[in-house]
C-alpha cells in the first residue's frame, strides 16, 4: 500500500530557518540638539524613559566561581562571570544571601525559585503561576506609551521558554527567531523618525474602529460563562485595549531619538539549544532589542538567554549543560565541575556582549546602560543539589539615577522578594507589600535605591 | 492523581451493565482555538491556498494535554497582536482580485464605494461558519458598518470588506469556543447547551475545526436535540475524511507530538535525523494510528505489538532499510530481525523522549507512564544530593550502571522503579531511535519490568503494554478530557467505567468509543453558572415569601 506523501507546509518551518545569519548594526549617538543641557531631558521636557528588562540563564554559576565579597559593600566579579567587570562599578549589583522561604509546599526543582523571585510567591508545582510576574506589573505601569507594552525574547529557539506571566493560562510567549522579531519591530508599521514628512495612516484608524467594535462582544458573552471564565475574557478585552493604544502610538508622529535606526534586516537563521547558536541568536536579538529600545517601541523585555534547567549542549556532545550539572564529577585539582562551569561562562559572556550593545546606544551624556534597570536571574543557587537558598542575582543599569551601583547586597537570610519589591518601587509601580506567606515583605533594600 | 484515578475506574469495572450513568455537568467555559483548529478553520472555509503565515503563541498544555491548557487560556497581549495582524492578512487575501470571485457571491454596483447589500451577502454567511452559529441583528450591522465605513474611506469596496472580515477574526466569538447555554425552566441550575453550542463540541472533537453548513442546519432545526438527529449527525461526521484530521490532533495531542517543533538531535552523533526527519517521525506516528484505528478499525490495544506502519524515503535511513519510492509514504512491515513491535518502538516516541545526544531510559519510561497509562510520575524531590552520581566515569557507563547508581539513592528509587523497568527495555534504540545492539562498547541487557511482568526485551514490554489495563483506560480518560476541555474528574468515574465497559465489548476499537463518547448526554451537560443559579434562588425565595405573604 501506497500514499502519496504529501509535502505539506512544515510547521518547523516557520520556526526555524536555513541559512546562516548576519549581524545586524547598533545605534548612531542621539543627537544634542534634542537634548536639555545635562543630557537628562528631551528637549521637549519629557524625561528620557526609563526602561526595565529581566535576563534569564538557567544553572547560574558554580557557588564560589561567580562574585568575590571584598571589604563593605565592593566585590569583584570572578572566574564565571568575570566578562562582566568592566560594567560592575557603574552599573551591576550583585545580590547573594536572599533566600526562598517554601513554607513547608515541596521545592519543584529548577522552577520554585525563579517563580518565587519573579511573583512573590511559592508555587504549589510546576505550571503553577501564583500571581502576576513583576515584568508585567511593571509594564502596566511604564509600558502604556510605547508601541509595545513589552517584548519577550528566547535564544533558544522555543517560544515556551519565556517567564512573562499574568497567569498559568495568560503567558507572554518568547519571539524567537531574529527575522520575525525584527519584522515585528522594524517592518512596514514601522514609523522612521527620520521620515520628515509624517502622515497618520489611514488603516491604523479603521484597525481601531475594528477593535472598538469588538469591545461590543462582551455582554454577550459575559451572559454564557462563569465568573473564571470571565476573568478570562476580561484579560482578553484588556488585551485589545493594549493593541488600540498601541496603534493610538503610531498615530502620532514618533519622537526625534537620533540614535534610533532600523538595523539591518537579518536573515533567516536557525534557533535551537546548541550553544554556538543560542550565542549567536542572542547577540542578534539584542541588537534589536537595543535598537527598539533607542527608538522608545517598548519600555520593558524580557530576554531569555537559556530556559531554567538549561538544554544548551555543545555540538557532538551526548550531555546538555543540565544532566552535567547533575552527573560531572568534580575535577580532582580544581574542585569544581569543568564543563558545567564552562556552559556557566558562556552565558555571563552573552550577558556582557548583550551589555556592550546596549552601551553603544548613546543617550545623552551616557547610554542606553544608564537608562535602563535589568533584573538578571537564575534558577538556583548550587545547579547541582537545586538548592534555592541564596539563588544570586543582579540589576544591571542606571535606572536614569534612581539606583545606587557596583554594591554586593548580602541578603542575610532575608526573603528574595525584597529585590522583586525595590525593582517595581523603582520603577513607579505605587506598591507598599508584595509577596504571600513568607515571602511577603514591605521592605525594600534601602542601600540600593539612590 | 491521574493514576489513582484509573485504579479506581479499574476497580469499579465490574458494576457495570447498566443504564449510562447521568452526570450533572460542569459550568460553561470557554476554550481557545489551538494553533491546528484556527488553521484548519481558515482552510475549510477558504481553502488551502488562503496562507496562515505567522506564528501562534503556543497554549500551553495542563494536566496533560493542550486541549485543557486551551479550556484555561486566555489571549495575552502579544498573542491578540499576531491575531489582529493574522486577521488583516486572511481578509486581505480573501477579498484580493485573485480570490474575491471565489467567495463573494455578489458584485458591489461600484467597486469604488461601499455597497451594504453586497457586504451583507459575503459577511453573513461567513460570520455563521466562524462564530458557529447565525450572527445577531447587532453583530452583523456592525460587521458591516465596519466594512461601509472603510470601503468609503479607502475607496475600495474589496479593501473596505476586509475590515469587516477582520472583525469577526479578531473576535471573542471566533478565537473561543463559547459553551452558550439555555436556562431551564425547571429546576435551579437547569440549563442545556444550546443546538449550536453542541455542533461546536462535536466539530472539534471529531472534526477539529468548525461545524459545516449541514452541522450548523441541524444545530438550527433542533435536530441536535434528539437522539436520532444528533446520532445521524455523528454518523455522517464518523463517515467524513475531516475525521482523520479530528483523530489525528487527538493523539498529537495525547501523545505530546507538539514538541516535535522544537525536537533537537545533535547532527553530529545522528547524520541521519535531518529536519525532513523530524517531520516525518511524526507524520509515520499519526498514520499509523490512523491506519490502524481507522482504516484497520482494529484493537486499540494491538498499536503496542504492531508490526505494521509507513516508511518514507528519510525516514528509511533512520531505519536502515531501502526505499524504493522515497517521496511517498510505502506500507511496511517490520521484520522481527529490525527490531519494532508496537508505536512505543517507533523513531518518532523513541526520538521525542530522548536527549538531544543520547538516549534515555527514565525519558522513556516516564512518557510511556505518564502519555499511555495516565499514570503521573511525582515530581523529582527538591533535595537531592547529585553528588553520589558524580561518577568519574559515568560517560562511559552504559545506562543500566547509571540508573543503577541513582536506584542506590532512596528518595530516586522510588519513582526510577516505575520508569526505569519500561525505559530500559527500550534501550536498544538510541537517541534518534536507530536500532542498536551495544552501548558504549558493551551487549545492551533490554531486560525490564512493567507492574510485575519482567520481560526480557522490547517485544516483551509490547507484549506487556498490550495486556496492561490501564492502557486502554487512559485512552477513554483522554478521549473524555479532550473533547470536554478538562480533567472528566473524580464525578465522571462512573461515566468512565461504563464507557470503558462499552469500549471492551467493541473489542476495543476507537471509533465506537467516538461515537459513545459524542453521543451521550453527558458529553454535552452543563449547569448554570453560579450567579445565574444564585439569582434563581433568590427570585424563588422571593416568590415563595410573596406567597407566603398573599396567602
Redesign the interface.
Known amino acids: 500500500m501506497t500514499l502519496l506523501k504529501t509535502k505539506r507546509a512544515s510547521r518547523r518551518g516557520f520556526l526555524r530557518g536555513t541559512l546562516a545569519g548576519t549581524a545586524v548594526g547598533v545605534g548612531l549617538p542621539f543627537l544634542d540638539m534634542f537634548l536639555n543641557g545635562n543630557g537628562t531631558a528631551l528637549a521637549s521636557g519629557a524625561p528620557l524613559p526609563v526602561r526595565f528588562g529581566t535576563w534569564f540563564c538557567g544553572l547560574g554559576h558554580t557557588p564560589g566561581r561567580g562574585m568575590r565579597a571584598l571589604e563593605g559593600n565592593d566585590y569583584e566579579f570572578i572566574e564565571e562571570c568575570l566578562s562582566l567587570e568592566p560594567y560592575k562599578k557603574d552599573y551591576i549589583n550583585y545580590f547573594s544571601g536572599f533566600n526562598t522561604p517554601l513554607d513547608g509546599s515541596i521545592s519543584a526543582v529548577h522552577y520554585t525559585g525563579w517563580v518565587a523571585g519573579k511573583t512573590g510567591s511559592v508555587p504549589q508545582g510546576f505550571g503553577m503561576i501564583p500571581a502576576p510576574t513583576l515584568d508585567t506589573i511593571i509594564a502596566d505601569k511604564i509600558g502604556t506609551k510605547s508601541r509595545f507594552k513589552s517584548l519577550e525574547i528566547s535564544s533558544t529557539g522555543n517560544p515556551k521558554d519565556s517567564y512573562s506571566y499574568r497567569n498559568a493560562g495568560n503567558h507572554n510567549a518568547g519571539e524567537v527567531s531574529p527575522l520575525n522579531f525584527y519584522l515585528r519591530l522594524f517592518g512596514p508599521e514601522f514609523r522612521d523618525p527620520a521620515d520628515k514628512d509624517f502622515t497618520p495612516d489611514p488603516r491604523v484608524l479603521l484597525r481601531q474602529s475594528v477593535l472598538s467594535a469588538v469591545e461590543g462582544d462582551r455582554s454577550r458573552l459575559v451572559r454564557a460563562v462563569g465568573s473564571e471564565d470571565r476573568a478570562r475574557l476580561d484579560q482578553y478585552f484588556t488585551s485589545v485595549r493594549e493593541l488600540e493604544q498601541q496603534l493610538e502610538v503610531s498615530l502620532s508622529a514618533p519622537p526625534a531619538l537620533e540614535a534610533c535606526h532600523k538595523p539591518k534586516r537579518p536573515e533567516e537563521v536557525p534557533v535551537g539549544y546548541d550553544v554556538e547558536t543560542v550565542n549567536a541568536n542572542h547577540d542578534t536579538l539584542s541588537e534589536i532589542l537595543a535598537l527598539a529600545l533607542a527608538c522608545d517601541q517598548t519600555r520593558v523585555f524580557n530576554m531569555m538567554y537559556t530556559q531554567a534547567a538549561s538544554e544548551a549542549r555543545v555540538k557532538g556532545t551526548t550531555f546538555t549543560h543540565h544532566i552535567l550539572s547533575h552527573e560531572e564529577p568534580p575535577d580532582d585539582h580544581l574542585g569544581y565541575q569543568i564543563q558545567t562551569a564552562w556552559f556557566n561562562e558562556r552565558g555571563y559572556e552573552a550577558l556582557s556582549r548583550m551589555l556592550g550593545t546596549f552601551s553603544n546606544i548613546r543617550e545623552g551624556d551616557g547610554t542606553l546602560l544608564d537608562n535602563v534597570l535589568i533584573f538578571a536571574q537564575t534558577d538556583t543557587s548550587d545547579a547541582k543539589t537545586h538548592s534555592v537558598i541564596g539563588i544570586p542575582s543582579m540589576t544591571i543599569g542606571k535606572a536614569g539615577g534612581r539606583v545606587n551601583t557596583g554594591l554586593h547586597i548580602n541578603g542575610n537570610a532575608a526573603p528574595q522578594s525584597r529585590i522583586g519589591l525595590s525593582l517595581m518601587q523603582v520603577m513607579d509601580v505605587p506598591i507598599a507589600e508584595w509577596g504571600t506567606r513568607s515571602l511577603r515583605t514591605s521592605t525594600p533594600i534601602s542601600e540600593f535605591l539612590a | 492523581m491521574k493514576g489513582m484515578f484509573a485504579a479506581a475506574v479499574l476497580f469499579t469495572l465490574s458494576a457495570c451493565g447498566e443504564p449510562e450513568p447521568k452526570l450533572e455537568g460542569v459550568?460553561?467555559?470557554?476554550r481557545r482555538l489551538t494553533e491546528q483548529q484556527y488553521r484548519n478553520v481558515i482552510a475549510d472555509l477558504f481553502g488551502d491556498h488562503i496562507i496562515v503565515a505567522?506564528?501562534f503563541?503556543?497554549i500551553?498544555r495542563?494536566d496533560g494535554l493542550i486541549a485543557i491548557?486551551a479550556g484555561?487560556?486566555?489571549?495575552?497581549?502579544?498573542?491578540?497582536?499576531k491575531y489582529?495582524k493574522l486577521a488583516?492578512s486572511i481578509a486581505g487575501q480573501v477579498v484580493n482580485d485573485r480570490n474575491r470571485a471565489l467567495f463573494i457571491p455578489c458584485e458591489p454596483a461600484q467597486v469604488h464605494e461601499p455597497d451594504d447589500t453586497c457586504a451583507r451577502t459575503f459577511l453573513e454567511p461567513v460570520g455563521r461558519l466562524l462564530f458557529r452559529r447565525p450572527l445577531?441583528q447587532?453583530?452583523l450591522s456592525?460587521?458591516v458598518g465596519?466594512a461601509n465605513?472603510?470601503s468609503q474611506?479607502?475607496g475600495d469596496f474589496y479593501d473596505g470588506l476586509a475590515?469587516g472580515l477582520?472583525?469577526l477574526m479578531?473576535?471573542?466569538?471566533f478565537?473561543?469556543v463559547?459553551?452558550?447555554?439555555e436556562k431551564g425552566k425547571g429546576e435551579e441550575g437547569e440549563a442545556k447547551l444550546t443546538g449550536y453550542a453542541k455542533a461546536s463540541r462535536l466539530s472539534f472533537f471529531l472534526w477539529n475545526t468548525t461545524p459545516d453548513t449541514e452541522l450548523l442546519d441541524a444545530a438550527r432545526s433542533g435536530a441536535l436535540s434528539n437522539s436520532n438527529g444528533l446520532e445521524a449527525q455523528i454518523e455522517r461526521m464518523m463517515q467524513s475524511p475531516r475525521l482523520r484530521q479530528g483523530v489525528q490532533a487527538f493523539f498529537a495531542d495525547m501523545l505530546h507530538l507538539d514538541e516535535?517543533?522544537?525536537l533537537?538531535k545533535?547532527?553530529?552523533?545522528y547524520p541521519a535525523f535531518d529536519?525532513q526527519v523530524?517531520?516525518d517521525a511524526r507524520d509515520q506516528l499519526l498514520?499509523t494510528i490512523e491506519h490502524h484505528l481507522l482504516d484497520e478499525d482494529t484493537d486499540y490495544r494491538d498499536l503496542f505489538t504492531t508490526r505494521d506502519t509507513?516508511m518514507?524515503g528519510s525516514l528509511g535511513r533512520v531505519y536502515r532499510t531501502p526505499i524504493s519510492?522515497p517521496?511517498?509514504?510505502?506500507?511496511y512491515e517490520f521484520s522481527e530481525g529490525e527490531g519494532r513491535a508496537g508505536i512505543q518502538s517507533l523513531a518518532g516516541f523513541i526520538a521525542l523522549h530522548s536527549?538531544?545526544?543520547?538516549s534515555s531510559p527514565t525519558i522513556r519510561g516516564k512518557a510511556v507512564r505518564e502519555l499511555l497509562l495516565c499514570q503521573k510520575i511525582p515530581?523529582?524531590?527538591?533535595?537531592?544530593?547529585?553528588?553520589v552520581?558524580?561518577?568519574?566515569s559515568?560517560?562511559q557507563m552504559t545506562a543500566r550502571e547509571?540508573l543503577d547508581v541513582h536506584n542506590s539513592v532512596p528518595s530516586c528509587a522510588g519513582c526510577h522503579r516505575l520508569t526505569d523497568g519500561i525505559g530500559l527495555s527500550l534501550e536498544n534504540y538510541d537517541?534518534a531511535g536507530q536500532f542498536r545492539t551495544r552501548d558504549v562498547g558493551f551487549d545492551i541487557d533490554a531486560s525490564g519490568n512493567l507492574d510485575g511482568i519482567d520481560y526480557e526485551n522490547q517485544f516483551g514490554l509490547a507484549d506487556a503494554l498490550s495486556q496492561n489495563p490501564g492502557i486502554p483506560v487512559c485512552l477513554v480518560q483522554n478521549t473524555l478530557a479532550y473533547g470536554l476541555a478538562r480533567d472528566p474528574g473524580r464525578d465522571a468515574r462512573d461515566w468512565i467505567s461504563f464507557l470503558m465497559q462499552k469500549f471492551e465489548e467493541s473489542g476495543y476499537r476507537f471509533k465506537p468509543l467516538l461515537r459513545s463518547v459524542a453521543a451521550s448526554e453527558n458529553f454535552f451537560a452543563v449547569i448554570a453558572?453560579?450567579?445565574e443559579r444564585a439569582a434563581k434562588t433568590q427570585v424563588g425565595t422571593l416568590l415563595n415569601s410573596t406567597k407566603g405573604s398573599g396567602s
Open positions: 459550568e460553561p467555559s470557554l505567522g506564528r503563541d503556543p500551553l495542563q491548557g484555561n487560556a486566555t489571549i495575552s497581549a502579544s498573542s491578540f497582536d489582529e488583516h445577531d447587532s453583530e456592525l460587521s465596519l465605513t472603510a474611506q479607502l475590515f477582520t472583525s479578531v473576535s471573542p466569538n478565537l473561543f463559547v459553551d452558550e447555554f516535535f517543533d522544537h533537537e545533535d547532527n553530529l552523533i529536519p523530524i517531520d498514520l509507513f518514507s519510492e517521496d511517498l509514504w510505502t506500507a536527549h538531544p545526544g543520547r515530581d523529582p524531590p527538591g533535595d537531592v544530593d547529585f553528588s552520581f558524580n561518577e568519574p559515568s560517560q547509571r537517541g453558572p453560579q450567579e
